[in-house]
């Protein structure tokens, strides 16, 4: 069974990290395109980071470029997200969630994409000023 679990988040004030872990099963993360998303309360889920397949290509959206760094374990079958400088604004919902094999689609980062299929259930960050 094909399923993704997030591990990590918590309450941190501004200034502060956490690292977020995505554990896969079912199949191997090497293969296919692995984006974290988040959701903000009252707003639309954003895509973050992705890593395509194969680790070659790896992409953070505006505003997290710099603080945030995705990461996988391929031995652990693993996604990480590690946040650095976080800010109130970074509070919400993160998700990971598998895309298609290889290359992450055109877009994943600016909009949502039907193709990633598989979604894990969420890990809470919350920032306070």
């Known amino acids: 069974q094909v399923q993704l679990a997030e591990s990590g988040g918590g309450s941190v004030q501004a200034g502060g990290a956490l690292r977020l872990s995505c554990a896969a099963s079912?199949?191997?993360?090497?293969?296919?395109?692995m984006a974290w998303f988040r959701q903000a309360p009252g707003k639309e889920r954003e895509g973050v980071a992705y890593?395509?397949?194969?680790?070659?290509?790896?992409d953070y959206a505006d505003p997290v470029k710099g603080r945030f760094s995705i990461s996988r374990d391929v031995i652990k079958n693993t996604l990480y997200l590690k946040m650095d400088s976080l800010n109130p604004e970074d509070t919400g919902m993160y998700y990971c969630?598998?895309?298609?094999?290889?290359?992450?689609?055109?877009?994943?980062?600016?909009?949502?994409?039907?193709?990633?299929?598989?979604w894990g259930q969420g890990t809470q960050v919350t920032v306070s000023s």
């Open positions: 890593v395509s397949g194969g680790g070659g290509s790896i």
């Open positions: 969630a598998r895309g298609p094999q290889w290359a992450c689609p055109a877009g994943t980062l600016t909009t949502m994409t039907a193709e990633f299929e598989v």
């Open positions: 079912g199949y191997r993360i090497s293969v296919y395109c």
